[in-house]
């Protein structure tokens, strides 16, 4: 109750909308949510091509859980294989990709921001497209 408070009289203080506050304290799974939203889960794919011709695409961690990849409306989550709990979202994903597709099985390496140490490797699983319905 406390922090909301604070949350409170800070936004009032600097005249900012509150809601981005909690839009970053949102749990894992209640951001991933909020990203399928209206969206049904398609077929598994192995692979997904990170440089689709158009561009319009984004990408964004799931802290601990997951990678979701934009490309035009579709968005493409990926859960990793054995999770990847040290995903934050102060970490760095660096991945090496063999061509112009990530694929199950790639390694996403996790690097501490601003220092760039190594904190952890996590393996990509499939892909799960999600459409608009």
């Keep these: ?3 909301l408070i604070h949350a409170t009289l800070i936004a009032g203080l600097i005249g900012a909308p509150i809601a981005p506050v909690f839009a970053a304290r949102l749990s894992p799974e209640a951001r ?3 990203i399928t939203q209206g969206r049904v889960a398609g077929k598994p794919v192995s692979c997904i091509n990170l440089s689709p011709v158009g561009g319009n695409n984004d990408s964004e961690k799931i802290a601990g859980l997951a990678m979701a990849y934009r490309q035009g409306s579709t968005w493409y989550v990926n859960r990793f294989d054995g999770g990847c709990p040290r995903l934050g979202e102060d970490t760095i994903v660096v991945t090496r990709l063999h061509s112009s597709q990530l694929c199950r099985g790639d390694t996403a390496d996790l690097r501490m921001s ?3 140490i190594p904190v952890g490797t996590c393996i990509f699983g499939d ?3 999600y459409t608009k319905e």
């Design 1 to 3: 109750m406390r922090n």
């Design 32 to 34: 991933l949510a909020q």
């Design 114 to 116: 601003g220092a760039n």
């Design 127 to 129: 892909f799960v497209p």
